[in-house]
């Protein structure tokens, strides 16, 4: 088992150009989530899917967009770029939301010059 | 609204001293679950566990152990005699039924020999 995938690992882009993160799980959950990491910040929700089409926003989703047209696929967009939106981004997935173990891919680096 | 709390933001010991991280959360919830992960510096996180609200046993896994306390609403970690792999940077987060993840801003934990 793989676990959590994500592609691509880094990315450098400039202002204004757009972008797709691909998280792929093969465990079968039922939750997937994007989040993330700035320094000092800890990690932060952007969206989150509870099943294959639904996705809903989480604590930071401006300028992001998801989908979920496959239950092992999560995708996160990036329609115009900015600045503000480098950071480190992390896929999860849980079979179940609440209290069970989520399970994190490696990460994605992404600068935004 | 839920909140996590690490008030410590940077440790230092040196190999051998116990450390103890703490982690101070807020929920309205009555069921609600509590984590903690690890993100050593290859950038990974890596769960190391989870403890519901009905269950204030401690818990004690080799040299870490965990002390909850609805008391205080605190669920603080500690390692035993640490060493310098134990060196990353630790994160607690909360959980209620069907939520996400809230994490907080993480506890960076430097272990020199």
């Known amino acids: 088992n793989a676990g959590v995938t994500q592609t691509p690992k880094f990315r450098v882009l400039k202002t204004g150009q757009s972008m797709t993160l691909l998280c792929a799980q093969d465990?079968?959950?039922?939750?997937m989530y994007w989040y993330r990491q700035d320094p000092g910040m800890g990690l932060r929700l952007i969206h989150y899917?509870?099943?294959?089409?639904?996705?809903a926003k989480g604590e930071v989703p401006d300028g992001y967009n998801v989908s979920r047209l496959k239950k092992q696929n999560f995708l996160l967009g990036l329609e115009s770029a900015a600045p503000s939106q480098t950071s480190v981004y992390f896929c999860a997935s849980s079979s179940v939301a609440g209290g069970y173990e989520q399970f994190f891919g490696p990460g994605t680096r992404l600068t935004v010059l | 609204a839920q909140k996590v709390t690490q008030a410590q933001t940077e440790i230092s010991v040196v190999e051998k001293e116990d450390v103890t991280l703490d982690c101070v959360y807020e929920?309205?919830?009555?069921?609600?679950?509590l984590f903690w992960y690890k993100q050593p510096p290859s950038g990974e996180l890596v769960f190391l566990i989870r403890r519901n609200s009905f269950d204030e046993q401690n818990e004690i896994s080799g040299r870490y152990s965990w002390n909850f306390q609805k008391s205080t609403s605190s669920f603080n970690f500690t390692i035993t005699a640490s060493q310098v792999v134990d060196s990353a940077v630790y994160f607690c987060a909360l959980s209620e039924a069907s939520t996400a993840l809230i994490f907080g801003k993480g506890t960076t934990l430097s272990v020199s020999s």
């Open positions: 899917s509870v099943g294959e089409g639904t996705t």
């Open positions: 929920t309205r919830d009555t069921t609600y679950y």
């Open positions: 465990m079968n959950h039922e939750y």
